[in-house]
């Protein structure tokens, strides 16, 4: 049995590109608050419990195995411009991607299995549900979060130039862990959906 | 990493006094080593009277001696029989067979071979030779490894054991992840950690224990082959290797022969052990991120 792995997913170039992207399925939890709050941080780490209790129960039982794949965020704002909005009203969906074989039963039994070892109640909004965000602009950012306004600015301008506009949901991909590399060296791929 | 600079302050001439003194140190044990070997080409000697003769914890003696030295107690006495070899043969007339018998080879051809991996000639070719060349030298190393000292509290582990080759280490975590990620055990903040208890330049690969360990932060009651300890807490030299994992053997050396000497410190009678900060099933090789945990002696 051949495990299944997402690396070609994580693969961008640092100018925008367009692709067209089918259904996908990912293990996903909602919220709201600042990046790196403290809902921020209780959700990842419910999401990553789920996503690996998951996994490991399958590979105990001998069933397909799977790597986990990257940290992924939509982010939107109730607001129609996303970058005024405060923070704290910020909404997202953390996301792993995961394989479409995996089972509502499966998770059930994890969130059980997380709940009875005292883990965040947070755990009981993750969900499996797939994305089929169609045509989108693509592009790697490097260096802080922060800055992610310039690359989109880039993506906007690339978008508009080929006759089309950003619209529905931002998405990020972190291909980095920020608690192991440096700000400027961040990894992270923005996509937005176009029409 | 990033310290360094810090914590020096009034003291640091004193540090500075200790710790060429503990240079001088380890020189002086590793010559008494040396001494030794050279005094006893013909004899078979073993590592655990080596250590003594050094002072040195017979558990990381090996690492020591091969990052001061630049090569491994066999390469250095296999290198000083060939070495001792080659001044018979342009001295003397003792056939090449009988060189090759002292120098601790069964046969002609291994002989043959090993010479000319080290003085790029044969020996027929050395003797005749005008001026025989000199021996191939161990490279020079890279910029110094960054060493941070961290204390470090007593670590409570679930770990299954692996008895083989570093290689294969793969498989007791494919033991281990299952039976604790099935618990709810496992989440984006595990600890995954190797305990290692040989080094791979003296233990054949067949007899090299490891333990994949995870560091538990709730009550777990072990079933079949998964096991609990405590990894001891106290002062650790921690080193970042930056690479795939088989040339993790490369910042062993440097740690145990370059920062170690220099360091003013001791290094304690228990295994190092490695913690293993990103994902070989996520990272490409050359990203992968491994710290080297060396536990050392409280100061004296």
């Known amino acids: ?195 | 990493m990033r310290k360094g600079g810090q914590a020096r302050g009034t003291s640091s001439r004193h540090t500075s006094h200790v710790r060429s003194t503990t240079r001088r140190d380890y020189q002086a044990r590793i010559l008494r080593v040396l001494t030794y070997l050279q005094e006893r080409l013909d004899e078979d000697v073993d590592l655990p009277s080596l250590a003594r003769i050094a002072c040195f914890s017979p558990f990381h003696f090996h690492r020591v001696f091969r990052g001061m030295v630049g090569e491994s107690i066999q390469e250095h006495l296999r290198r000083l029989r060939l070495e001792r070899a080659a001044s018979r043969l342009k001295r003397g007339t003792s056939p090449v067979t009988r060189l090759a018998f002292d120098a601790g080879y069964r046969t002609h051809e291994s002989f043959t071979r090993a010479f000319k991996a080290l003085f790029g000639l044969s020996p027929a070719a050395y003797r005749r030779a005008k001026r025989p060349p000199v021996p191939r030298r161990p490279t020079p190393r890279p910029r110094p490894l960054e060493v941070e000292i961290r204390r470090l509290p007593p670590l409570r582990v679930a770990f299954t054991r692996h008895v083989g080759s570093y290689s294969k280490v793969g498989a007791a975590w494919d033991r281990l992840l299952p039976c604790l990620g099935k618990e709810g055990l496992l989440g984006g903040g595990s600890r995954f950690i190797g305990v290692c208890f040989d080094d791979p330049d003296v233990t054949p690969p067949a007899r090299i224990r490891y333990e994949a360990c995870v560091a538990l932060d709730v009550p777990f009651s072990p079933a079949g082959d998964i096991g609990l300890r405590t990894i001891p807490g106290g002062e650790h030299a921690v080193a970042l290797h930056v690479g795939p994992y088989r040339r993790l053997g490369e910042t062993y050396r440097r740690l145990f022969g370059e920062w170690l000497p220099r360091s003013g410190r001791e290094a304690r009678d228990i295994p190092s052990f490695e913690v293993y900060l990103n994902d070989p099933n996520s990272e490409a090789p050359k990203d992968l991120l491994t710290e080297i945990h060396l536990p050392l002696k409280g100061r004296a």
């Open chain 1, 1 to 195: 049995m051949k495990k299944i792995e997402f690396k070609d997913e994580y693969k961008a170039s640092k100018k925008p590109a367009l692709l067209k992207l089918g259904t996908l399925s990912y293990l996903s939890i909602d919220g709201q608050g600042e990046p790196g709050g403290e809902a921020f941080s209780d959700r990842i780490g419910a999401l990553y419990g789920a996503a690996y209790t998951i996994k490991m129960t399958r590979k105990f039982g001998g069933l397909q195995d799977y790597a986990i794949g990257k940290l992924e965020a939509q982010w939107w704002a109730e607001t129609p411009n996303f970058a005024d909005s405060p923070k704290e009203r910020w909404r997202w969906k953390l996301m792993i991607r995961t394989p479409a074989f995996v089972k509502k039963a499966e998770l059930k039994k994890a969130v059980d299995v997380l709940l009875k070892r005292g883990r965040s109640a947070a755990v009981k909004d993750a969900r499996l549900e797939t994305l089929r965000e169609g045509r989108c602009v693509q592009m790697l950012h490097v260096g802080p979060y922060e800055r992610e306004r310039d690359t989109i600015a880039i993506m906007k301008a690339f978008a508009e130039s080929q006759g089309l506009a950003l619209s529905g949901r931002h998405h990020e991909i972190y291909l980095s862990d920020p608690r192991r590399v440096t700000p400027e060296k961040l990894k992270t791929i923005l996509r937005h959906p176009v029409a």
